[in-house]
């Protein structure tokens, strides 16, 4: 599998980044962390040798990992580590505020329940596509589309979803032997479709899904459904980074069957290894509201608020922990205004869509400027760091700045801005795809 995502950093608390859980389920220790020391009698076989292996081939000195090591997976990594740490305590957070131990062990759930669900291939299913013409099912090529159309249709906070069950039901005791009553919760629906260069791949997922076994009466699909989901716990990856590769061998894997049951326990891993991958790099945000069009309203800060210059501002970035929010208020975060100011100082007064933009001379002396936050302030809730950080905050002309909150044609000006600023935002831990960000904008 390619490298198609970011990796996500385990940091601790200080601020220290000790390791990458990487988009193909791998984890990267880098040196320094700690060597786990505890009694291995109960370790599988595989993970004994692990650590055997590390200690022979000089990767551990004194308790400590003396050079990187990239594990397997996380249930490798935590057999094998603790992380790094500076006080004496074994005790390291992820980004989130995690104990790494609960962080990677969440990944190691082998109780998960799972159902695999092949759909036809399409880009939104959000009804807005007749269908697809990369299928051979019959009833698609009849009619011109497949009732998974409405898979990601955001139906008041949640989506339906629906996969073409041949015999009319499903088998929910192959997914949890000890269900009882019509549906069971808590499962992990994958979607998976063959795509157009006639690949199978993972295209999407509910998290804690409820999973009727009898197809349910739905008002927007004659055909029903089977499944249901918070659209905030659900994912559809976007067609251009759908890169999943089932193995070539095609025993115990996913056919053309409608659903599998995921009885393979090594491929189920690398699945769910994938999928939390994928979750843990992608914006967490459901669009509820115009984000663009609420942020900074009133106070934006600007050249004038400069009144005596600062020679420079070295912008720092680094995750910070995320602002509180104001007093009496549900959705506004304080912000601090000396960095947007810095962003005025540190782009040298001079607009970042193009140095040539003119403006008017404020009081100052100094062009006047705006400082306005490239992933909106409010869409703050969606991120567990802070927004209000030198990665995030851009000098803008007025008018590129009026433009991007209320211009119609702004893709490419929000694309030049986000290329230019991906890595810095990546290093204060605050991960989006440009496509996540336009939808703020929209
Ligand atoms: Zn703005
Ligand atoms: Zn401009």
Not at 336 to 351: E, V
Request: glycine share 6%; aromatic share 14%.
């Amino acid at each position: 599998m390619k490298n198609e995502f970011n990796s996500f950093k385990i940091i601790t608390k200080d601020g220290l980044v000790f390791g990458h859980y990487n988009p193909d389920g791998s984890v990267k220790i880098t040196k320094g962390s700690y060597f786990r020391n505890h009694e291995t009698n109960t370790l599988l076989l595989d993970y004994r040798n692990k650590r055997t292996e590390l200690i022979n081939n000089n990767y551990v000195n004194n308790g400590i990992f003396i050079k990187d090591y990239v594990f397997k997976n996380s249930r490798e990594a935590y057999c094998c580590c603790y992380g790094r740490q500076d006080n004496g305590i074994a005790k390291f957070y992820t980004i989130d505020n995690i104990e790494l131990d609960v962080y990677l062990k969440q990944f190691n759930d082998d109780n998960q329940k799972i159902l695999v669900c092949n759909v036809t291939w399409m880009e939104n299913y959000s009804g807005k596509e007749p269908g697809s013409n990369y299928t051979n099912w019959k009833y698609v090529k009849e009619h011109g589309f497949g009732h998974e159309f409405l898979n990601f249709y955001n139906n008041e906070g949640y989506y339906y979803g629906f996969t073409n069950m041949n015999n009319g039901k499903i088998n929910i005791k192959r997914i949890d032997e000890n269900a009882t009553g019509d549906y069971i919760d808590n499962v992990l629906i994958v979607w998976i479709s063959k795509n157009p260069s006639g690949g199978l791949t993972i295209v999407g997922y509910y998290k804690n899904a409820r999973v009727y076994a009898n197809i349910q009466p739905y008002e927007l699909n004659i055909d029903g459904y089977y499944f249901k989901a918070k659209a905030k716990d659900s994912y559809l990856i976007p067609v251009e980074n759908r890169k999943f590769e089932f193995p070539k061998d095609r025993s115990n894997r996913p056919g053309q069957a409608s659903v599998w049951y995921a009885d393979n326990d090594v491929l189920k891993q690398d699945i769910i290894d994938y999928i939390n991958a994928v979750d843990n790099n992608r914006l967490h945000f459901v669009k509820e509201r115009y984000y663009i069009e609420k942020d900074d309203e009133s106070n934006i800060v600007s050249t004038s608020d400069i009144t005596s210059i600062e020679p420079t501002y070295i912008p720092e970035y680094i995750p910070v922990k995320k602002p509180r929010k104001k007093e009496n208020s549900s959705s506004s975060y304080v912000r601090d205004s000396a960095k947007a100011k810095g962003a005025i100082i540190a782009s040298n007064f001079k607009c970042n869509i193009d140095e040539s933009h003119m403006s008017f001379i404020a009081k100052s002396g100094k062009p006047y400027m705006e400082a306005h936050h490239l992933i909106p302030i409010s869409a703050q809730d969606n991120f567990d760091v802070s927004l209000d950080v030198d990665a995030n905050i851009i000098c803008l002309c007025p008018n590129c700045h009026r433009n991007l909150h209320y211009g119609k044609d702004i893709k490419n000006m929000l694309e030049g801005l986000y290329n230019a600023r991906k890595k810095h935002l990546e290093e204060s831990g605050i991960i989006a795809s440009f496509e996540e960000l336009f939808e703020l904008y929209k």
